[in-house]
């Protein structure tokens, strides 16, 4: 089946550590994102990346880092510089085409928290 | 300054009732306007979207509404159902052709309950 797969479902992490959240789809989408969410919060965006090897920030790219290695693949990295890195993490792709309406397809999502 | 609000962050309906959720937006260059349902723990989905030269789109149970000179848009779901329970998530999108891509903004979320 055609999906988003991201992976671990639920991680802890120690103050200090860097974390890295994989992100993989096989919908062939050029685009995919990085969002953040927070309790009573929408979900912001930390970066997204529209094509191979290339990629940009978001609202909130403090303290993460991503690379787009292959078009499957958007791997997140929370860096120890990330002053509050305890939330839901989601990652998203979408067919890159005007008129498509912006439509985002979402994984099931990474819950990280830092002991 | 949130450019996309959904000013309720929470809504009671009873089973077979309309349940009517808000979305305001300030930016008049945005492109489509979503709806989004989230459960816990999973990702959000997609439900219905509406272009910004459109005032109605129906899908099945789900019918949105364009405001535009209000600058507001509301979703109905009639009739409610408890499987509906969840958080809605309204966003609004721009297309940059520089960059190729669509950006989406969201608002915070309303919690819709149905209540049996």
């Known amino acids: 089946d055609g999906g988003i797969t991201q992976s671990p479902k639920y991680l802890f992490r120690k103050e200090g550590q860097n974390v890295t959240l994989s992100c993989e789809q096989n919908?062939?989408?050029?685009?995919m994102y990085w969002y953040r969410q927070d309790p009573g919060q929408g979900l912001r965006l930390i970066y997204y990346?529209?094509?191979?090897?290339?990629?940009q920030k978001g609202d909130i790219a403090e303290g993460y880092s991503v690379s787009r290695e292959k078009k499957e693949s958007f791997p997140l990295t929370v860096t120890s510089a990330q002053k509050n890195p305890t939330a839901f993490y989601l990652c998203?792709?979408?067919?890159?085409?005007?008129?498509?309406?912006?439509?985002?397809?979402f994984g099931e999502g990474s819950r990280l928290t830092v002991l | 300054d949130q450019q996309v609000k959904q000013n309720s962050p929470s809504l009671s309906v009873q089973e077979g009732r309309i349940s009517i959720l808000n979305c305001d937006y300030t930016?008049?260059?945005?492109?489509?306007f979503l709806w989004y349902k989230k459960y816990p723990a999973e990702g959000p989905t997609f439900l219905i979207s509406?272009?910004?030269?459109?005032d109605k789109n129906e899908d099945g149970r789900f019918t949105v509404f364009l405001n535009k000179s209000a600058k507001h848009l509301s979703l109905h779901i009639v009739p409610s159902q408890p499987g509906d329970s969840a958080v809605y998530f309204c966003?609004?999108?721009?297309?940059?052709?520089?960059?190729?891509?669509?950006?989406?903004?969201f608002g915070k979320g309303t919690k819709l309950s149905v209540i049996p």
């Open positions: 998203a792709s979408s067919p890159v085409r005007a008129g498509a309406g912006g439509e985002l397809f």
């Open positions: 919908l062939n989408h050029d685009a």
């Open positions: 990346s529209q094509i191979v090897n290339d990629f």
């Open positions: 930016n008049s260059m945005f492109d489509y």
């Open positions: 509406i272009s910004s030269i459109k």
């Open positions: 966003a609004a999108s721009s297309y940059f052709s520089g960059a190729g891509s669509y950006q989406l903004t």
